[in-house]
């Protein structure tokens, strides 16, 4: 199920605001905060130079998975590759920002899926609008409809409850991520405040935005994240 995106709201600009993060990436922690992820948990592109526990929480073993060295994984492996790990071992699956940087980012999801066990929870956030970037190689933007569409693929249908979910504040802003990328505070402040007076015409307080205003705000979003559980046998 692909979301409207969420409305600009005061609140919301409060938040977003005050976050020290690219806005692309203060979306994205803004879907995981307050998350928890129970049991052992394999994080694809991640090392022990993130530091994610002030944004969700890993109740047990989390392990991580990167071929920069730099990073300091748990396993330095080339993420092209298939994972040297048996089928159905780990209790939650996550990727942050790194499938993009991943050629093979098709085998690369499958694998997530195949080491995740019946039940167990998936989270993977990827850039839509959003700069080339990196010096690892930067190879992909996939559409709301190509995600829902693979993961159909992959035998995830209703059963695994899959939710697609646009970040995107409104079109000026994903525009000003071009150039800028809104890297600090008072970037934010000044760019994320015509969307709060705008939003009071068109959504009063609904939590999404009405049908008509998403389907244009949904094609500007800064990244995806899609997340839901793998289906039991």
């Not at 530091?51 to 047990?60: P, Q």
Request: proline fraction near 6%.
């Amino acid at each position: 199920m692909i979301l409207p995106p969420l409305c600009p709201t005061l609140s919301r600009y409060r938040l977003l605001s005050r976050s020290s993060y690219t806005l692309l990436r203060s979306l994205v922690y803004e879907c995981l905060s307050g998350r928890r992820f129970t049991g052992k948990t394999l994080d694809l592109g991640g090392g022990e130079k993130f530091n994610y526990d002030s944004v969700f929480h890993i109740d047990g073993v989390k392990e991580t998975a990167n071929n920069n060295r730099a990073l300091e994984p748990t396993h330095l492996i080339d993420l092209n590759q298939h994972l040297p790990f048996e089928t159905s071992v780990y209790d939650n699956v996550l990727s942050l920002n790194t499938l993009e940087h991943v050629h093979n980012d098709e085998l690369a999801v499958r694998e997530l899926m195949r080491v995740l066990k019946p039940g167990g929870c998936f989270f993977i956030s990827v850039p839509f609008l959003y700069p080339v970037h990196s010096r690892y190689g930067d190879y992909h933007r996939h559409t709301a409809t190509w995600w829902d569409r693979f993961f159909e693929t992959l035998g995830l249908g209703k059963d695994a409850n899959i939710t697609i979910e646009p970040h995107v504040w409104d079109p000026l802003t994903t525009g000003l991520s071009q150039f800028i990328q809104l890297r600090t505070r008072f970037q934010k402040r000044i760019a994320l405040l015509p969307g709060v007076i705008r939003h009071h015409g068109l959504a009063g307080n609904q939590l999404r935005l009405p049908d008509d205003v998403a389907r244009n705000y949904a094609h500007c979003a800064l990244a995806y994240s899609i997340y839901g559980t793998k289906p039991t046998p």
